[in-house]
């Protein structure tokens, strides 16, 4: 199972970026999805999070300003951020939960990681 973010890049404060994930291989189910961060010299933090059926949950810094939607036909994960500040400045991670069997748990999978840089 792999996971391929992209989208990042370099954009000034107040403008947006739209990040994807696609994940591919064998996969019989995905279940939550989401998207971390992780700024120089700082923890990856939680940014969201979807579960299969939709449900979404925002870390407090982000609520308003980005969406979380998935496809679950694309077996793809999104990341809509607006109103971007310089803080947004990190590198973000997808990440999804993946069962490969019927039978077999889930675990987590990592794509590898796309810069977002916001300038003032």
């Known amino acids: 199972v792999q996971l391929q973010a992209s989208g990042g890049g370099l954009v000034q404060a107040g403008g947006s970026l739209r990040l994807s994930c696609v994940a591919s291989?064998?996969?019989?189910?995905?279940?939550?999805m989401g998207w971390y961060r992780q700024a120089p010299g700082k923890q990856r933090d939680l940014v969201a999070t979807i579960t299969k059926d939709y449900r979404t949950d925002y870390a407090d810094s982000v609520k308003g300003r980005f969406t979380i939607s998935r496809d679950n036909a694309k077996n793809t994960v999104y990341l809509q951020m607006n109103s971007l500040k310089a803080d947004d400045t990190a590198v973000y991670y997808c990440?999804?939960?993946?069962?490969?069997?019927?039978?077999?748990?889930?675990?987590?999978?990592w794509g590898q990681g796309t810069l977002v840089t916001v300038s003032s």
């Open positions: 990440t999804a939960s993946i069962s490969t069997h019927p039978w077999g748990p889930a675990q987590a999978y």
């Open positions: 291989g064998n996969i019989f189910r995905i279940n939550s």
